[in-house]
């Protein structure tokens, strides 16, 4: 599977059965080219408007199972929330 595949399926978080949305980056170890983290963008300002400040960094050992058209996650997302200048 291709990171571009990765992107253009939809993250579902099994604790909440809320969608976070669709990768936007994934992190990898460059000793050993294993991915470790899917990010997305977080939450919008102001209902979804203004941008977004912050992004979800989803850990792989999160990941259940990755689908055709979905990424089943679980986490707890105050815990994965991080602020882009962190």
Do not use: H
Not at 48 to 65: A, N, V
């Amino acid at each position: 599977m291709r990171v571009c595949e990765l992107k253009q399926k939809e993250v579902i978080n099994t604790c909440t059965c809320k969608s976070l949305g669709c990768p936007i980056d994934v992190e990898f170890d460059p000793k050993t080219g294993n991915l470790t983290a899917l990010i997305l963008p977080g939450p919008g300002r102001v209902f979804g408007f203004l941008g977004r400040d912050s992004e979800y960094i989803i850990p792989w050992c999160c990941i259940c199972q990755i689908g055709e058209d979905i990424i089943l996650v679980e986490i707890k997302e105050d815990q994965c929330l991080k602020g882009r200048d962190a």
